[in-house]
């Protein structure tokens, strides 16, 4: 089992800032996190493998697709 690493301030940003939009650009990742692109990738792709991001969801706006009231 691979151990995982300690996050800093930057994975954090990282992180928050695809909670945001996981759809961002790494070129625009990396200018909202103010790092260079490459560190801004090999980040991002660590945070992956180590399992801190688990996937990418689409939130469907429910109202849109007349689904916008649930009787349980």
Known sequence: MNATSVLDDIDIRILQELQQNSRLTNKELAARIHLSTTPTFERHRRLEREGY????????????????????
């Open 53 to 72: 991001i688990k996937q990418y969801t689409a939130i469907v706006d429910a109202d849109r697709i007349d689904r916008g009231f649930t009787v349980i």
